[in-house]
């Protein structure tokens, strides 16, 4: 990745005005899902943990032991029961193979709740949903998600749009800065600087790649050192971050796709129950003209 702002999410939802573009099916998204895959060498270590001694008390922790751990069936299972109504399969599709991952990531021992993870995953949700035909539909479906995994959805949305908010308010420069102010997300970044050059107590997931992708953008930090800089600041392989925001655009890429052929599948059934619908008025139509012409020849 050359620079941050080729991976803009205005371009990121593009696609080619090519019509001859194979779209991919629901089953072809989730066969070639590698983009929200875990490593699944990272998934199964059991690594040491240790506490933070300089975190914020507004830094939150979420932690999981093996008694209470659940399946991924479980989770599954919790899922469908918390939202029943059907989910069209371009979306659907996708979503089961989120919460799966998500799943092997949330009950792993090292596994720590941030708010730039939330992020990356309310990003990710809300790009994944876009033009769902229901705001209140999706909604549900979010909450149900993120309940199924036995966290809270009020606070994957408040830290999200916390984070959001002050990224707002950055340049380039104070973004890589946070090191040096105080401040609450400052806070939270701190604490995952730190954890994450421990090499031991933290996890690095796709979900808190897009996080940080998603701070970037907010802050019209496209310059392309300002990526490397946060990754370092942060203690975190940019080439990693590289790899994952790449498979995460090609992703979108195919969902997109996906979701125009859903679309014109969708208008096009009701072009024809429309048609049918004004076939039998027109014929009704006829017959009524062709009565009232029959009448007065008489």
Same mark, same amino acid.
Not at 176 to 186: I, L, N, Y
Not at 218 to 223: G, I
Not at 256 to 279: C, F, I, P, T
């Given at each position: 990745?050359?620079?941050?702002?080729?991976?803009?999410?205005?371009?990121?939802?593009?696609?080619?005005?090519?019509?001859?573009?194979?779209?991919?099916?629901?089953?072809?998204?989730?066969?070639?899902?590698?983009?929200?895959?875990?490593?699944?060498?990272?998934?199964?270590?059991?690594?040491?943990?240790?506490?933070?001694?300089?975190?914020?008390?507004?830094?939150?922790?979420?932690?999981?032991?093996?008694?209470?751990?659940?399946?991924?069936?479980?989770?599954?299972?919790?899922?469908?029961?918390?939202?029943?109504?059907?989910?069209?399969?371009?979306?659907?599709?996708?979503?089961?193979?989120?919460?799966?991952?998500?799943?092997?990531?949330?009950?792993?021992?090292?596994?720590?709740?941030?708010?730039?993870?939330?992020?990356?995953?309310?990003?990710?949700?809300?790009?994944?949903?876009?033009?769902?035909?229901?705001?209140?539909?999706?909604?549900?479906?979010?909450?149900?998600?993120?309940?199924?995994?036995?966290?809270?959805?009020?606070?994957?949305?408040?830290?999200?749009?916390?984070?959001?908010?002050?990224?707002?308010?950055?340049?380039? @420069?104070? #973004? *890589?800065?946070?090191?040096?102010?105080?401040? =609450?997300?400052?806070?939270?970044? /701190?604490?995952?600087? &730190?954890?994450?050059?421990?090499?031991?107590?933290?996890?690095?997931?796709?979900?808190?790649?897009?996080?940080?992708?998603?701070?970037?953008?907010?802050?019209?930090?496209?310059?392309?050192?300002?990526?490397?800089?946060?990754?370092?600041?942060?203690?975190?392989?940019?080439?990693?971050?590289?790899?994952?925001?790449?498979?995460?655009?090609?992703?979108? @890429?195919? #969902? *997109?796709?996906?979701?125009?052929?859903?679309? =014109?599948?969708?208008?096009?059934? /009701?072009?024809?129950? &429309?048609?049918?619908?004004?076939?039998?008025?027109?014929?009704?139509?006829?017959?009524?003209?062709?009565?009232?012409?029959?009448?007065?020849?008489?």
């Amino acid at each position: 990745m050359a620079a941050v702002s080729s991976l803009s999410f205005p371009a990121i939802g593009q696609t080619s005005g090519d019509r001859k573009l194979n779209v991919p099916s629901p089953r072809y998204l989730a066969s070639n899902f590698e983009g929200f895959r875990f490593r699944t060498s990272l998934l199964y270590q059991s690594v040491g943990l240790r506490a933070s001694t300089t975190a914020s008390p507004s830094v939150v922790y979420c932690m999981s032991t093996a008694t209470d751990t659940p399946t991924v069936s479980e989770t599954k299972s919790s899922f469908l029961k918390a939202y029943k109504r059907p989910i069209p399969s371009v979306y659907n599709t996708v979503l089961q193979e989120l919460i799966v991952q998500q799943h092997l990531m949330r009950y792993k021992k090292t596994y720590r709740y941030d708010a730039v993870f939330a992020l990356g995953f309310v990003t990710v949700y809300d790009q994944l949903m876009e033009g769902y035909p229901s705001d209140e539909d999706r909604d549900a479906i979010f909450q149900a998600y993120i309940n199924a995994l036995k966290e809270d959805p009020q606070q994957y949305r408040a830290d999200a749009q916390k984070l959001e908010e002050w990224a707002r308010a950055q340049t380039s @420069s104070s #973004l *890589v800065e946070f090191s040096s102010r105080d401040g =609450e997300v400052e806070a939270i970044l /701190k604490d995952i600087a &730190e954890r994450a050059g421990s090499k031991g107590s933290f996890s690095y997931s796709r979900f808190f790649a897009i996080g940080l992708f998603r701070l970037l953008e907010l802050a019209n930090a496209t310059e392309p050192t300002v990526l490397e800089k946060l990754c370092a600041a942060l203690n975190i392989d940019k080439r990693s971050v590289d790899r994952d925001l790449d498979v995460y655009r090609n992703l979108l @890429s195919k #969902l *997109v796709q996906a979701k125009e052929l859903l679309k =014109e599948y969708v208008d096009r059934e /009701k072009k024809k129950r &429309e048609e049918r619908s004004e076939s039998p008025k027109a014929n009704e139509a006829v017959k009524k003209c062709s009565g009232e012409y029959q009448y007065l020849s008489q």
